[in-house]
């Protein structure tokens, strides 16, 4: 999809970029290639440059994330898929402001790696530098703030697609577990129903000394991130055919 993406360049909007598309420009290189004019002669010109330096960046992700808006980030999925990793948190008792995470857990698509306060949380940061792009579902309004309270000064990863927007583009709206039901996802029995009130009581049993618990709460956890996977899969399948189509249509 990024190379076939123009949005990132300065002044082409969805609007342009569509245009782009309808003269037969489908990708960088057809751009590189056109000699009848897009727009004008100074502005294809600015296009061009801008498209050769996009050729020289691929594959650096930092340069492609800090140029798409929060609602295209999903373009960079299929390109940067095998760095890509599928985070959730849980936290404790309390109010959103004196939130304290007790679980973070990362995906990658192989394997999970969970933290746990109090155990090996202080590893977390240096697990996520392993990777260029994260998959949340709501992680801009709070996953991502309450890991820079606990983790100030922290380098996350340079692309971030918040899954409970980029779904709600596509018409499914609530929370991930209701979107999950509504794809035919399924949880494993031992967790299936459980919700986030459920985690706070959770780690409070497991502070009770029940390590039980904690072994529920992970499975829980466990399911949230690796649900996300099949879920931006789908998402992104749509959303690339949506907006092609969306270009055609008119």
């Given at each position: 999809?990024?190379?076939?993406?123009?949005?990132?360049?300065?002044?082409i909007?969805p609007?342009?970029?569509?245009?782009?598309?309808?003269?037969?420009i489908?990708?960088?290189?057809?751009?590189?290639?056109?000699?009848?004019?897009?727009?004008?002669?100074g502005?294809?010109d600015?296009?061009?440059?801008?498209?050769?330096?996009?050729?020289?960046?691929f594959?650096l992700?930092?340069?492609?994330?800090s140029r798409?808006?929060?609602?295209?980030q999903?373009?960079?999925?299929?390109?940067?898929?095998?760095?890509?990793?599928?985070?959730?948190?849980?936290?404790?008792?309390?109010?959103?402001?004196?939130?304290?995470?007790?679980?973070?857990?990362?995906y990658?698509?192989?394997?999970?790696r969970?933290?746990?306060?109090?155990v090996?949380?202080?590893?977390?940061e240096?697990a996520?530098?392993?990777?260029?792009?994260?998959?949340?579902?709501?992680g801009?309004?709070?996953?991502?703030?309450?890991?820079?309270k606990?983790?100030?000064?922290?380098?996350?990863?340079?692309?971030?697609?918040?899954?409970?927007?980029?779904?709600?583009?596509?018409?499914?709206?609530?929370?991930?577990k209701?979107?999950?039901?509504?794809?035919?996802l399924?949880?494993?029995?031992?967790?299936?129903?459980?919700?986030?009130?459920?985690?706070v009581?959770?780690?409070?049993?497991?502070?009770?000394?029940?390590?039980?618990?904690?072994?529920?709460?992970?499975?829980?956890?466990?399911?949230d991130?690796?649900?996300?996977?099949?879920l931006?899969?789908?998402?992104f399948?749509?959303?690339?055919?949506?907006?092609?189509?969306?270009?055609?249509?008119?």
């Open positions: 999809m990024l190379k076939h993406t123009f949005i990132h360049i300065q002044g909007g609007k342009a970029e569509r245009k782009i598309w309808q003269r037969g489908r990708t960088w290189e057809d751009f590189l290639n056109k000699k009848s004019t897009v727009f004008s002669a502005r294809d600015m296009i061009r440059r801008e498209v050769e330096c996009s050729c020289r960046s594959g992700i930092e340069y492609f994330a798409l808006p929060n609602s295209q999903w373009r960079l999925f299929d390109d940067f898929r095998n760095r890509t990793v599928y985070l959730d948190i849980e936290t404790g008792p309390g109010l959103f402001a004196a939130n304290e995470i007790t679980v973070i857990g990362l990658d698509g192989q394997s999970v969970n933290f746990v306060n109090g090996n949380l202080d590893r977390f240096l996520l530098a392993d990777y260029e792009l994260m998959v949340t579902f709501n801009r309004g709070f996953d991502i703030p309450c890991i820079k606990t983790f100030p000064g922290i380098s996350l990863p340079h692309g971030h697609i918040d899954l409970m927007f980029l779904m709600r583009s596509l018409g499914y709206r609530g929370g991930l209701r979107i999950e039901k509504a794809l035919e399924r949880r494993p029995p031992g967790i299936e129903g459980l919700n986030g009130y459920d985690a009581k959770l780690w409070q049993a497991y502070q009770e000394g029940h390590d039980q618990a904690l072994d529920l709460l992970l499975d829980y956890n466990r399911a991130i690796v649900n996300l996977e099949p931006m899969t789908f998402a399948s749509r959303m690339k055919k949506m907006t092609y189509e969306s270009a055609f249509l008119e």
